[in-house]
């Protein structure tokens, strides 16, 4: 769609079967060419539509439909994907919280090339809560980290918790003890080509705060960019401008 | 050349074979386009393995090019005249495609002990009765180009290259052809490198003399009649895949919608692709995707913005596409979906040509799902139908799938070029900005085809999708409504026959028996019954390229012969679609599941056989 009116914003929204099952392949070639789309993946983790069988990013061991006596499937993490087919941008948000959602949806509507935003999604009826663990008002402020371009890592209710890169891997410090100050805590580069410490944002969970917010936005020429260069080019040079031109090409004769 | 006797003739098969690397296609090629140029009628065949590289000097390499000139050439020909064989694999395989009494050139050089056995033989392959069925010239080939090579100051490799234009040459001689059209081609082709077109040059005239020199050769000189019947134009050489994208670039400038193709690459449809990659300065947008699915979902996207969307496919490709050609059809919006037919089921016979295919293309899908389908039965035409296929789709608001195949497709043919001005309009039923009494299903009352609303267009928001809905466009599983829209897609469908051309015959109308062919087995079948009518036997001919719909007369057509026999490279798949229509009519088949063309001979032996 975008290919034949690049004028158009195109948006595709999916669920977490869609994107990571069914048209998992799609996906991560549409990120890989940075296409210009704006993909929203709605993850509640779980095959709502069907009713509760489980899916690409369902947690380990989970009893669903299909999986009586837990899942033995290992989960898919949206944003690694994205981040190993390269992606430009990916950010993550919660359903609970609009006004996130729609930073992230803006960030990704301004970003030049495939956006993808992950919406982690209660599913009522069929995974009921499957977020609850990182959303729940009570425990939401010290299980998730909102990222801001140029701004520390921080975290918790009064933001006093932080995160810091120990040599080897992240880990949560608390302003103030062991000698920590606002001096070690990691400063966020959404802009960071590599993708190494994006993707270990993107990883976190467990006894790290699962990171919101625009995780990576760098800026590399859209696949859509490419291909409107390369028509213009062609039109300007192209040796045949009209069908006849191209039809009366080569070896011809007259009968 | 020294004085020698002619022989008139009014047509010519010329089988070039060989290993993979010998070059044998461009040979071929070469041939055909020198023959086009100097008044032939033409059509040729490649016959390639699907193996990429096959190990060197085995049956499974064996590459070869048939080409049929002449005066009134319909097919590339059942068995030839000249069979050139490089190495004793290609000698071997393609012995059978020889005439009785036909000319065979070998490169001697390469009949090895080695090389011998590799393609099977345990004896001497020149055995008596075999120098007594045919003329055999063993033309020390290698030799003679490793010396001219030598001469030249390249190395042995690159003057083995040239192998190729040395048996062009004595196939020119032996068939009173010059070489200068050979040699522009070489000089344009390798301008940046004098010395490879010195060798090629020097290799091909050394091919012309040497059979100059041989004793037999003077009296095997043929020349093929020049075609006399061709209507007055501009001609070219096309091969179907080309002819298929170029039709589809004249239907996109007709019609003002820009050309997208959104295909994955699939032996033998990929040409397509290929070609129209070219075309950007033409607009041509092509997409390649990820996957069949991908490519046709990506035309769908690219349709719903406005395009005259494409895909192109072979077999197993257009499986992938079932489930959403069944999302072209419920969002009722233009598609080309080109099927050139391999070989199958799976992968089947990647290279080979069949018409089993038809199924799918008429039914293939999940629930209800009518489209049109149209296949052209020529090279050539294969210009015209993929222009109709786009015309059909775009008026009509409907997926088309134009059925090709791998013998149309990678094989060419003369085509006079038309003008673009005399191609017929094509207008898309696009939607009025502003109208507001637009609505999503709301349905021409003569072609129930729906408006084609873009988006971006003023006040004409509207939602399509893979859902059941109501002609308001809203989402609807009412069981009245479900049944009005399946009814609705299917009489959109029916009512195209309204916008094409009777079905006709040809051959002796009065004739008891009626030949039924459809798709690319046009050649044979019409000269087949050319030819019966000529040894005066009465046989009627007719031949379909719309298949759903059929023309509206078919049934009529039908129902005046007392024998019908149905023609298909498949188990039937057209006769029982027929069956199903007219269960009035008895109808016989005669199918050919060999991955292979039609030969003439055969057709008119089974016909015969029917004539009693
Ligand atoms: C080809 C095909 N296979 C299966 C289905 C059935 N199906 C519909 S939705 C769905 C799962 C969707 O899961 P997800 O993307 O996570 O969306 P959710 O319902 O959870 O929002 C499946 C398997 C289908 N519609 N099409
Ligand atoms: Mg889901």
Known sequence: MKLANPELSVWVSMGDGDSMAIGGNHLIHAVRRNQDLNVTIFNNEIYGLTKGQYSPTTKFGQVTKTSPFGTIDYPFNPGELVMGAQGTFFART???????????????????????????????????????????????????????????????????????????????????????TIDDIMVHHEDTEDTGIHMMLAHMGGDLPVALGVIRNVKKVSYTQLYEEQMEEQMQSGKYKCMDDLLNSGDTWEV | MSENQIINKEDLVVRFAGDSGDGMQLSGTLFSDASALTGNDIATFPDYPAEIRAPHNTIAGVSGYQVHVGNHIYSSGDKCDILVAMNPASFKSNLKWAKRGATVIVDIDTFTEEALQKAGYTDDPFTDEFERAYTIIKAPITSFTSRIGDAVGVDKKTAEKSRNMFALGIIFYATHKALDHTFAYLERKFAKKPQVVQLNKAVLTEGYEYADKLEVMHSHIVEVAK???????????????????????????????????????????????????????????????????????????????????????????????????????????????????????????????????????????????PLVVV????????????????????EHMTPVILLTDGYLGNGSQLFRIPKMDDMPAISPRLATPGDTEYRPFKRDPETFARQWALPGMEGLRHRVGGLEKAPEGNLSTDPENHALMVRNRQEKVNRVANYIPDQTVTGNPDAELLVVGWGGTAGALTLAVEELNNEGKKVAYTHFNYICPLPKNTGDLLRRYKKIVVCELNSGQFANYLRSQ???????????????????????????????
Not at chain 2, 252 to 257: L, T
Not at chain 2, 375 to 394: G, H, P, Q, T, V
Not at chain 2, 582 to 604: H, R, S
Request: aromatic fraction near 6%; proline fraction near 4%.
């Open chain 2, 227 to 369: 075609a006399d019947q061709m209507a007055k134009g501009r001609y070219r050489n096309i091969t179907g895949n080309v002819a298929t994208a170029w039709g589809l670039l004249a239907a996109s400038e007709k019609s003002g919608r820009r050309l997208f193709l959104g295909s994955y690459p699939i032996t033998p449809a990929t040409d397509i692709m290929v070609e129209l990659a070219k075309h950007k300065s033409l607009g041509a947008r092509v997409f390649q995707a990820e996957d069949e699915i991908a490519g046709i979902c990506s035309a769908i996207g690219a349709s719903y913005a406005g395009a005259l969307a494409c895909t192109s496919t072979s077999g197993p490709g257009l499986s992938l596409k079932s489930e959403a050609l069944g999302l072209a059809v419920m969002t009722e919006l233009p598609l080309v979906v080109v099927d050139v037919q391999r070989g199958g089921p799976s992968t089947g016979l990647p290279t080979k040509t069949e018409q089993s295919d038809l199924a799918q293309a008429l039914y293939g899908r999940n629930g209800e799902a």
């Open chain 2, 375 to 394: 296949a052209a039965s020529s090279s050539a035409n294969c210009f015209y139908w993929a222009y109709e296929a786009a015309k059909l789709a775009l």
């Open chain 1, 94 to 180: 919660l359903d609970c919280v609009p006004q996130l959602t729609t930073e992230c949806m803006t960030h990704a509507a301004q970003h030049d090339g495939c956006s993808v935003v992950e919406v982690l999604q209660n599913c009522v009826i069929f995974n009921d809560k499957t977020h609850a663990a990182i959303t729940d008002r009570a425990v939401r402020d010290d299980r998730t980290i909102v990222l801001e371009h140029g701004k520390p890592m921080l975290f918790g209710k009064n933001k006093e918790k932080g995160l810091r890169f120990n040599g080897r891997l992240l880990e949560v410090v608390t302003l103030g003890q062991d000698g920590i």
């Open chain 2, 582 to 612: 007219f269960p009035e009519c008895a109808m016989t088949q005669y199918n050919k599941v060999m991955g292979l063309p039609f030969e003439v001979g055969e057709l008119k032996e089974h016909f015969n056989s029917l004539l009693g």
